[in-house]
Every structure is written in structure tokens, then in C-alpha cells.
């Protein structure tokens, strides 16, 4: 089997305490690798000392990580791609391991699972917290678990990285790589690896509150893209259970004295009941339009060369 061609790709804003040593750290493990540093909107000279450290240095103006991933897996070509942030926080050395894993079981995406290391603080407060009630919220919506959707460590088959609709704008792009898995049936692998404090003087870019709140949208988003028919119907059930709520008493009066004193009430309870049946319907015609498009992706997806089906069995 042909060598296959590593991509090292780090999205970065504003990191120029730490670019440096992590281009020179996966430049050491992966030396047969090119080294992709994708510069967004920095004020700082993190360019100059990517490309100092001897990483390919592009732009990408649009702000926004879920952009610059976007850009990132139009551009670059390789058989194999590794996906890093580019502010120390990561194990370069894990990579080796990762990309062992989904090249000897064939796989399309290995995800490092994120372990803080002892003493080290690397979680702000509630990030933990959020992070673990994401991975239950996608766990119960799609019927699988992953122990850390949102890590920005992960390495992916060529074949996973160009049918990816990369659709996100920010951070919830990491929770669309999940979910991309999980609608194709994908073959997927998690492996710990520690995870690191930032550099002194560097801060996070992940706004708590905003942020968590455009995950939630986007996985809510999605699970009504994937299953269409779950989603519709889920409001169906609400909207048929407020309708029974409002019309129940007035068809119980309406029995006991042949009256409807609270025609408003009658008039909502029936919209409300139209309503459900709309949105039954609109499930059902969306569930038949999801599966032909999730068949095509497939076959997109098939269609593409992936390194693992080089090797031997």
C-alpha cells in the first residue's frame, strides 16, 4: 500500500503564544505530513510564526471556526486528515495511535476524547458540564453515544472529509462532524488522550452562553434534518395534547347542556388539532424526503476514494 498523504490541519485565531509548538509538534510525529495553518481574522502575528515553524499558511476572512473548517476541507488534498486546534491544548503525540486506529479497522473518523491532565486546569466553569449534557442530548436524539462531540481533536478518512456538508459558522462545527457520522452509519472510533491548560496569557474563544446556545439550535437543527418524521411528530404530540387540553371541557359541556358558551375556545382547540394533523403529515412527506437525500450522500460518500480500502485484510 501506497504511503497515504497526511493533512495536519489547525484552524486558528489569535494564537500566537502557542502556534509555534504546535506546528513544530505534529511536524515531529508526522514529518511526512504538510502542516495546514488556517489564519482567521488574526491581530496578533500568528501567521509570521506558523510560517516560521514551517506551516503552510492560508486565510480564511469569513470569522468563524465552522468557515474555516469549511475552507480547510474544500482546499486541501490527502488521503488522510487530522483536525487540531492550534492553542497547545492537544497531544500531538496521540496522533500516531489515532490514525493507526482508523487505517487498521477501517474506520472514517477516530475523535480524541479529552482528559485533563493532573493539575491542570482546562475547563472553565460549566464548559464540563455542557459538554457532558450535549453528549446525553445526542445520545438520546440519534440513538448513539459519543463521549466527547465537541473535541476538536479528531483524524478523518479522505471519503468522510469531502461529503461532509460543512454548514456550521462557529463552534457548533464540531458537533455536525458527530452528527454527519451518525446519519451515514459511518464507522467511528473515540481514544483518550490527555488534554492541556493553555498557554499563559492566551484565552479560550468559546463564548459560554452564546455558543452553547447555537450547539443546542444546531443539534436541534440537525436531528430535525436526520429524522424528520421524530421531530414532526414530537410536535404533533404537544400541539394534540394542548387541542385535547382546550377542547375536552367544551365537548364536555357541550354534552351536558347541548351549548358552546366558550366558542373562542372550540375555534382554538380545532386550529389546534388542524394544526397537529399538518404537522403529523408534513413529517411523514419529510421523513420520505430525508431518506432519499441521506442515499445519496451515501453514494456520494461511496464513491470516494478512502485510504483504509488499500489495506490488507
Sequence with gaps: MAMPKVAVLLPCFNEAKAIG??????RAILPEADVYVYDNNSNDNTSQIAKAHGAIVRHEYRQGKGHVVRRMF????????????????YHAPSVRKMI?????????MVVGVRKSQEGETTYRTGHQFGNKLFN???GALFEQRFTDILSGYRVMSRRFVKSFPALAKGFEIETQLTVHALELSLPTAEMETPYFSRPEGASSKLRTY?????I????LLLFKEAKPFKFFFSLAIIVAGLSLGFGVPVVVEYAKTGLVPRFPTAILATGLGLIGVIL?????????VSRGNRELRRLHYLSLKNVSNAAPD
Design 210 to 214: 452564546r455558543d452553547g446556545t447555537r
Design 136 to 138: 446525553v442530548i445526542v
Design 74 to 89: 474544500a482546499d486541501v488534498d490527502a488521503d488522510l486528515y487530522v483536525l487540531a486546534d492550534g492553542d497547545l491544548t
Design 280 to 288: 403529523f403529515t408534513a413529517g411523514i412527506i419529510l421523513d420520505s
Design 21 to 26: 509548538q504546535v506546528v513544530d509538534s505534529f
Design 216 to 219: 443546542l439550535m444546531t443539534i
Design 100 to 108: 493507526e486506529v482508523l487505517v487498521d479497522e477501517r474506520l472514517d
